[in-house]
T-cell receptor
């Protein structure tokens, strides 16, 4: 079974600064997907960024980027120019595509424990 | 699109009562997931469906929990009888599986149902 570990229960950062959230995972699979989700106080889960394991290039989405180290099974999230609206709980998630007779299909997401990020003005 | 719709948003019930949570996935999505979030256990997958068929229910805690998807636009999660330890936020999520290049899309989450069992 896959496991996802976020070792930082809480982080804080000053507005406009950069912060990095850590995530490690354990799997024997070679083909998989990694995601970072944001959960603000409203409790809505919002996708921040996605990384396909077969891609060596790190994914970026505006102020959000990842450092994907496949050999080390590490998937950290960097938030640049932090904004007050970034305050939320952040979840790292792993998805192994499911194999069936028809080929590969969507598998289930395994989430880390979450990191609460607070951005201070 | 209105996104994933869940009802009710809040539910307070007494131990032993039956609770039914409802979900309407995004139109056209072929996967639907039910999650439970608690402080102790974090976010856990309970069950997921593909084209209305349950694929993996290994996360369902016990026989008191059941989930159905009678059609592509509606799913229910039922707890009978409910217990105080079932108190949690229950999320429904949906997605459209990857296309020809197997790009697996994000799951879109509903706003959740906060369940309190007294």
């Amino acid at each position: 079974a896959q496991t996802v570990t976020q070792s930082q229960p809480e982080m804080s950062v000053q507005e406009a600064e950069t912060v990095t959230l850590s995530c490690t995972y354990d799997t024997s699979e070679n083909n998989y997907y990694l995601f970072w989700y944001k959960q603000p106080p409203s409790r809505q889960m919002i996708l921040v960024i996605r990384q396909e394991a077969y891609k060596q290039q790190n994914a970026t989405e505006n102020r959000f980027s990842v450092n994907f180290q496949k050999a080390a099974k590490s998937f950290s999230l960097k938030i640049s120019d932090s904004q007050l609206g970034d305050t939320a709980m952040y979840f790292c998630a792993f998805m192994k595509p499911r194999s069936n007779a028809g080929g590969t299909s969507y598998g289930k997401l395994t989430f880390g424990q979450g990191t609460i990020l607070t951005v201070h003005p | 699109d209105a996104g994933v719709i869940q009802s009710p948003r809040h539910e307070v019930t007494e131990m032993g009562q039956e609770v039914t949570l409802r979900c309407k996935p995004i139109s056209g999505h072929d996967y639907l997931f039910w999650y439970r979030q608690t402080m102790m256990r974090g976010l856990e997958l309970l069950i997921y469906f593909n084209n209305n068929v349950p694929i993996d229910d290994s996360g369902m805690p016990e026989d008191r929990f059941s989930a159905k998807m009678p059609n592509a636009s509606f799913s229910t999660l039922k707890i009978q009888p409910s217990e105080p330890r079932d108190s949690a936020v229950y999320f429904c999520a949906s997605t459209l599986a990857g296309g020809p290049f197997k790009l697996f899309n994000e799951q879109f989450f509903g706003p959740g149902t906060r369940l309190t069992v007294l």
